[in-house]
């Protein structure tokens, strides 16, 4: 299993930016997927952004317009641009990365919160 570490969570005024980064011990070859999830207390775990290899991109309707899901490369794994935070938008993200080999890795979360 690769293994995944997220950064760039912390404490933003609501109207703030954060950018959240994933980031692998190395490159990861045959990458298929890649996903941000986030998991608000008491609530599912649910998909924010994913993009493709291909390049295609997937948004919750919540955050369509305010978050942005980008990579550097296809073996590396995606970034989350999150601007005009909410209240809402408290969780812990996780990042996921899918390969064609069959992995499915998981990030341990970085928590945001959105308060002011």
């Known amino acids: 299993q690769v293994q995944l570490v997220e950064s760039g969570g912390g404490l933003v005024q609501p109207g703030g930016s954060l950018r959240l980064s994933c980031a692998a011990a190395g490159p990861i070859f045959g990458i298929s997927y890649m996903g941000w999830y986030r998991q608000a207390p008491g609530k599912q775990r649910e998909l924010v952004a994913s993009?493709?290899?291909?390049?295609?991109?997937m948004y919750a309707d919540s955050v369509k317009g305010r978050f942005t899901i980008s990579t550097d490369n296809a073996a590396k794994p995606a970034y989350l641009q999150m601007s005009s935070l909410k209240p809402e938008d408290t969780a812990v993200y996780y990042c996921?990365?899918?390969?064609?080999?069959?992995?499915?890795?998981w990030g341990q979360g970085a928590q945001v919160t959105v308060s002011s």
């Open positions: 996921n990365v899918r390969t064609l080999a069959g992995f499915d890795s």
């Open positions: 993009i493709t290899a291909g390049g295609s991109t």
